[in-house]
């Protein structure tokens, strides 16, 4: 598939998923405000991947560090936020805003630190293993429903397909795994409900 076609679905697909998370939010209560809001900001940032891929692919723009910086701080910064947002939602866990401040604040230090000494695939294969063995989970936990088990399953696998695997034939489709995933990811995190198949309350 064309490397343009690729960064179009994932600048879109993604882009659906803020709107989508965002229009969802509107049915949790405060506590979960900044869950939610920490997952739009993974898929923000694959947005931009997206977005930058195209500047440069389809009109010639000199994106192409802006491009691969997006990348990176989406499979450090956005794919550890996603899955522990899915294992907090899963688990009808709240954490306060200073909270997930923190764990953002800490986030974007390793980020920084791995890109420093040039430790970001193997860093980034760590946490998206992580990652997606939460999304997994946080899907697996909803059974016997079977739309959110399989939307988790999915996730997981297309989250494992977008991650930068040495040996694997995958980099020429990475903007289109990561596009592909946004789609389960963005339909599954705003749905996840406890084992009754309940929506996700604010607690008292």
Known sequence: MPELLQATLLTLAASAGVIRLGIARRGYGEPYQPALFCVQLAFALAAGTGACAVAQLAFGF????ARR???????LLGFPLIGTVALTLASRWTWSRPGWGRMVLG???FFELARQLGWSEPYALGLG????SLVLYAGLVQRPA???TGAG???CVLM???LPWPTLPLADYQLLCLGLACLPLAWLLPNLRNNSN???????
């Open 160 to 162: 494992l397909a977008a």
């Open 198 to 204: 309940e929506r996700v309350e604010t607690s008292a």
């Open 146 to 148: 079977r739309l959110p």
């Open 153 to 155: 399953m999915l996730g």
């Open 107 to 109: 986030l974007c230090a």
């Open 69 to 75: 910086w997006l990348l990176q701080a989406t499979l």
């Open 129 to 132: 293993l992580g990652s997606a």
């Open 62 to 65: 000199d994106t192409l560090e």
